[in-house]
Structures are given as structure tokens and as C-alpha cells.
């Protein structure tokens, strides 16, 4: 399967727990895109990275969500001390090049993420 | 602030007739216009897109249509199949920071046999 993976698919965290979702991008892209869904809504941007570089985190919530995307390895997003409103499905996109209108992003089959 | 809406949570279509999926948009800025679709436990897919400098693009069943004076875009989808039924959503982004997809609520489209 050469799409975008993410892992793990499912996860559960008590309130106060760490989770750590990855995403392993198409082969040959090289800008990785994490988008959320809570509830009932569409997915919002969350941060656009390359490789050792953020660069767009705007939609980034200011504390306890982090992401990477190091040189070897996948894109980790990482959500510190999490609670009840963290639950949403947490979606991976990747590009080979810059986001242009004309480049389209795929998407990974997300990771859905539930805090008890 | 919700600047991409899709006002109708679902719909229900007979297979072989037309689907129309609707958006709207407030954000005069938005200059690309993208239909994605989703299965169940899958990642959204995509399926047309439209620039703000056309009005229409058609691929096979699928066109997009786009009225820039109204802020408002639809997807039709003709005819439609079992295959088709999916949520749909609408997204929009500035064509300079096509990272930031602002996506609508979803569609949830039915193709009744």
C-alpha cells in the first residue's frame, strides 16, 4: 500500500495521558499536513510541515499539541496531558511538492482518537 | 466562524437521477474550490476541483459548478450509483496557502436502488 499510513488507527487515553499519532506520508512527498474532525464537523487545518521544518502551525492549539516530521522517520503529532475535548478523528495529508491550488492532497485513513 | 457551509446534512437520491451536493462560502479570498469524498474508516478522496476563474469543470459523472457572485458552489453527480454514496465535503482555500483547506460540514449522500 503506497498511501498515506497512519497508526495507530485507534486509540484511548485517560484524561492527563500523552498520545502519539504518526503518519508516514506517500512515497516521494515530502510536505505533511494534519487535519482534524471533532464531531459533526469538517476538518480543520491544524499544521503544515516539511522535513525538520514547521512550517504553518497556525491551526495549532497554543498548548499541549506539538508536531515533527524528522529527517528519518514519520510525522508525529504529539497531544501532551490530553482531555474529553481531544477526542476527534486526527487525518494525515501529504503532497509532493508545495500546497498550490493545483496540488492536491491524500489524505491517510485517520486515527481516531478517544479520551476517557 | 464557519466560512464553508454545507446546509444540508444528507441526502437521499434514486440510482440513476442526478445528485446536487451544495456549499456556500463567506470568504470573498478563496480562489480554489475542491470536492472530497468519504467512506466509513477511510481517509476523505478527491474528487473534482474548480479554480475561481472558471464557472464549471466536468469530469466524467461528476461537475462542479461554481457562482462566484452568489458564493456558491455544487457538485452534480449524474447518473448516480450505490458506489456514490459517501459524505461529501466541500473545501475552499486561498490558491498561495492551499495548506489550509477550510472544509465544510459534510454531505451525507444516499443512492437508493
Known amino acids: 500500500n503506497a498511501g498515506v499510513m497512519q497508526n495507530p488507527r485507534h486509540l484511548v487515553r485517560r484524561r492527563g495521558q500523552e498520545a502519539r499519532l504518526r503518519c508516514s506520508p506517500m512515497k516521494g512527498h515530502s510536505h505533511v499536513y494534519w487535519y482534524r474532525q471533532l464531531p459533526e464537523e469538517g476538518l480543520k487545518f491544524m499544521v503544515y510541515?516539511?522535513?525538520?521544518?514547521?512550517?504553518?502551525e497556525s491551526g495549532m492549539p497554543k498548548e499541549r499539541f506539538s508536531a515533527e516530521f524528522p529527517k528519518e522517520g514519520p510525522s508525529i503529532l504529539r497531544i501532551q496531558q490530553v482531555v474529553r475535548g481531544d477526542s476527534a478523528a486526527y487525518f494525515c495529508?501529504?503532497?509532493?511538492?508545495?500546497?498550490?491550488?493545483?496540488?492536491?492532497?491524500?489524505f491517510g485513513a485517520g486515527s481516531r482518537l478517544t479520551v476517557l | 466562524d464557519q466560512q464553508v457551509k454545507q446546509n444540508s446534512p444528507s441526502l437521499s437520491v434514486q440510482e440513476g437521477r442526478i445528485s446536487i451536493l451544495n456549499c456556500d462560502y463567506t470568504n470573498s479570498m478563496f480562489d480554489y474550490f475542491l470536492w472530497y469524498k468519504k467512506y466509513p474508516a477511510e481517509g476523505p478522496t478527491f474528487l473534482i476541483s474548480i479554480s475561481s476563474i472558471k464557472d464549471k469543470n466536468e469530469d466524467g459523472r461528476f461537475t462542479v459548478f461554481l457562482n462566484k457572485s452568489a458564493k456558491h458552489l455544487s457538485l452534480h453527480i449524474v447518473p448516480s450509483q450505490p458506489g456514490d454514496s459517501a459524505v461529501y465535503f466541500c473545501?475552499?482555500?486561498?490558491?498561495?496557502?492551499?495548506?489550509?483547506?477550510?472544509f465544510g460540514q459534510g454531505t451525507r449522500l444516499t443512492i437508493n436502488p
Open positions: 510541515l516539511q522535513k525538520e521544518n514547521i512550517i504553518d
Open positions: 495529508a501529504s503532497s509532493p511538492e508545495g500546497p498550490t491550488g493545483a496540488n492536491v492532497l491524500t
Open positions: 473545501a475552499a482555500s486561498v490558491i498561495q496557502g492551499a495548506q489550509k483547506l477550510v
